[in-house]
């Protein structure tokens, strides 16, 4: 598949833009509660490497059994923005490793979706036509404030709780900057590369940080290939295919208020899997985000 050399008019959000967008979301949402199983048996890093190592896999069979392979060829001048990607992604994916080692599942699902507001904020100012209009802001706030709401009881834990919120902010932070790099990316450059330097970026990292900081042995069990198997062929593999897909033909600005489902979805298998309770916070933060999204979509 040749870059293209004129960006893609974007669509607006249609039937199957928003159906790819929430099976999308679904599966990011329950992520966390996947990666909390794997880092009780392997270390966060670690467990990064495996993810990227299998999802490198399914994007590489894929994009050879399409036939995206004939003639690739990296230029010069794609190395760099390549790179850029890939280290953002690794940072990012780290970071969230390293904090889901704290706080609960449903934490970090709700923080993560974060950078659904910088998205809508970032591609204001980034992207042509992403205009942040009242009633898209008014859209945004609400949803925030449920997440804010359901978000609020981690500060009067402390700890390590408070700790990892922490730094799923920065991770979110990281996310919105890589969508938006991201969008603009693949407007001009073969998805293939984009995906295959992310893989690529993130295994080597990955590979080498674990080596250095991560003494502890792997344990291998039913649990750990199960989460491996999911973050690896769902999310970065098919998750990773479909969102460069969405990016390619829809505004981020767009696609984000359909991922703001993704705390309900994390929230409820993390209740499901890890037991934790669903209670009024997740009831009033549900209802806000769902009128939140109404209101950018409109």
């Given at each position: 598949?040749?870059?293209?050399?004129?960006?893609?008019p974007?669509?607006?959000?249609?039937?199957?833009?928003?159906a790819?967008?929430?099976?999308?979301?679904?599966?990011?949402?329950?992520?966390p509660?996947?990666i909390?199983?794997?880092l009780?048996?392997?270390?966060?890093?670690?467990?990064?490497?495996?993810?990227?190592?299998?999802g490198?896999?399914?994007?590489?069979?894929?994009?050879?059994?399409?036939?995206?392979?004939?003639?690739?060829?990296?230029?010069?001048?794609?190395?760099?923005?390549?790179?850029?990607?890939?280290?953002?992604?690794?940072?990012?994916?780290?970071t969230?490793?390293?904090?889901?080692?704290?706080?609960t599942?449903?934490?970090?699902?709700?923080?993560?979706?974060?950078?659904?507001?910088q998205?809508?904020?970032?591609?204001?100012?980034m992207?042509?036509?992403?205009?942040?209009?009242?009633?898209?802001?008014?859209?945004?706030?609400?949803?925030?404030?449920?997440?804010?709401?359901?978000?609020?009881?981690?500060?009067?834990?402390?700890?390590?709780?408070?700790?990892?919120?922490?730094?799923?902010?920065v991770?979110?932070?990281?996310l919105?900057?890589?969508?938006?790099?991201?969008?603009?990316?693949?407007?001009?450059?073969?998805?293939?590369?984009?995906?295959?330097?992310?893989?690529?970026?993130?295994?080597?990292?990955?590979?080498?940080?674990?080596?250095i900081?991560?003494?502890?042995?792997?344990?291998?069990?039913?649990r750990?290939?199960?989460?491996?198997?999911?973050?690896?062929f769902?999310?970065?593999?098919f998750?990773?295919?479909?969102?460069?897909?969405?990016?390619?033909?829809?505004?981020?600005?767009?696609?984000?208020?359909?991922?703001?489902?993704q705390?309900?979805f994390?929230?409820?298998?993390?209740?499901?899997?890890?037991?934790?309770?669903?209670?009024?916070?997740?009831?009033?933060?549900?209802?806000a985000?769902?009128?939140?999204?109404?209101?950018?979509?409109?």
């Open positions: 598949m040749p870059a293209s050399d004129s960006p893609t974007y669509r607006a959000i249609d039937l199957r833009g928003a790819g967008a929430l099976l999308a979301s679904l599966f990011w949402g329950v992520n509660v996947a909390k199983a794997g009780e048996d392997a270390p966060p890093f670690r467990l990064a490497a495996l993810r990227f190592i299998l490198g896999t399914v994007i590489l069979v894929w994009a050879a059994g399409t036939g995206r392979l004939r003639g690739f060829r990296i230029a010069p001048d794609e190395w760099r923005p390549l790179g850029v990607l890939g280290l953002l992604l690794a940072v990012q994916m780290g969230m490793n390293v904090a889901t080692t704290m706080p599942a449903a934490h970090v699902a709700i923080t993560l979706i974060l950078y659904a507001v998205t809508v904020v970032l591609a204001h100012s992207i042509p036509g992403a205009r942040l209009s009242l009633r898209r802001l008014a859209g945004v706030l609400v949803a925030f404030g449920g997440i804010v709401i359901l978000f609020g009881r981690g500060f009067s834990l402390g700890g390590p709780t408070l700790v990892g919120d922490a730094i799923m902010f991770s979110a932070l990281i919105a900057e890589r969508t938006i790099y991201l969008a603009r990316a693949v407007q001009r450059q073969d998805p293939v590369k984009l995906l295959l330097a992310q893989a690529v970026v993130g295994i080597v990292v990955f590979l080498l940080l674990s080596a900081f991560e003494p502890a042995a792997t344990r291998w069990t039913g750990l290939a199960g989460a491996i198997a999911f973050q690896g769902v999310v970065t593999g998750n990773f295919i479909v969102n460069l897909w969405l990016l390619k033909h829809y505004r981020p600005s767009a696609l984000s208020a359909l991922f703001l489902t705390p309900i994390g929230v409820v298998a993390a209740a499901i899997v890890w037991g934790e309770p669903l209670t009024d916070d997740v009831v009033v933060a549900t209802l985000v769902i009128v939140g999204i109404a209101l950018t979509q409109r």
